[in-house]
């Protein structure tokens, strides 16, 4: 008996980790399969769409508050009116 709760937690947890890319998440997983069976649990997964998740760099000004989607070392804009503003780089992440 003692074996089957531990393997339904496994399984239970196989079913959360394998959520952890979907929309469901690895919390709802885990609920689900924990009250509804892991079976139930392994549907709902393979129903919920994968999450897509991708991260892109943008550049900052400072000064213009500007956002450039590439590379540059200074802001073509402050450029313009003689100031050399250097853009910091940063990572958005979209879902
Ligand atoms: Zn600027």
Redesign the pocket.
Known sequence: MVYLIIIYLLLAMVVAYLGENRNVGSTKAFVFSLLLTPIIGIVVVANSSKKITYSEFQYH??????NFTEELEF????SKNG?E?K?IKQEITTT
Do not use: Q
């Open positions: 000004c400072p000064r213009c508050g500007y802001c073509p804009y402050c100031k503003i853009l």
